[in-house]
């Protein structure tokens, strides 16, 4: 029903920016427009970490973490969810899984690597 499809990771120095996409596909509008939807990343070795969410009204929550330096937004005409990230840190890199969260399942996409690196 709904199957999150997340782009845009790729390398970049410390300080720089990136914007990573993520498009639910097979899900309808209606149905992207009752989805709340997530932003996780996991390092090797380390836990995995609820980054930033939104919920179907546009309401917003981030990791202490990354406060302050990354913006999660959504786009109901073309079904797809944003994680504009700043000031990246070395300590950012992971791989950044986009998450649909509806009728009490978690439908995860396949993730995007973000490596902060100079």
């Known amino acids: 029903q709904v199957q999150p499809v997340e782009s845009g990771g790729g390398l970049v120095q410390p300080g720089g920016s990136l914007k990573l996409s993520c498009k639910a596909s097979?899900?309808?509008?209606?149905?992207?427009?009752?989805?709340?939807m997530h932003w996780y990343r996991q390092a090797p070795g380390k836990q995995r970490e609820l980054v930033a969410s939104i919920t179907s009204v546009g309401e917003t929550t981030y990791a202490d973490s990354v406060k302050g330096r990354f913006t999660i937004s959504r786009d109901s005409a073309k079904k797809m969810v944003y994680l504009q990230m700043t000031s990246l840190k070395p300590e950012d890199t992971a791989g950044y899984y986009c998450?649909?969260?509806?009728?009490?399942?978690?439908?995860w996409g396949q993730g995007t690597q973000v490596t902060v690196s100079s």
């Open positions: 998450v649909a969260h509806f009728q009490n399942n978690d439908y």
């Open positions: 097979r899900a309808i509008t209606s149905t992207f427009n009752r989805l709340v």
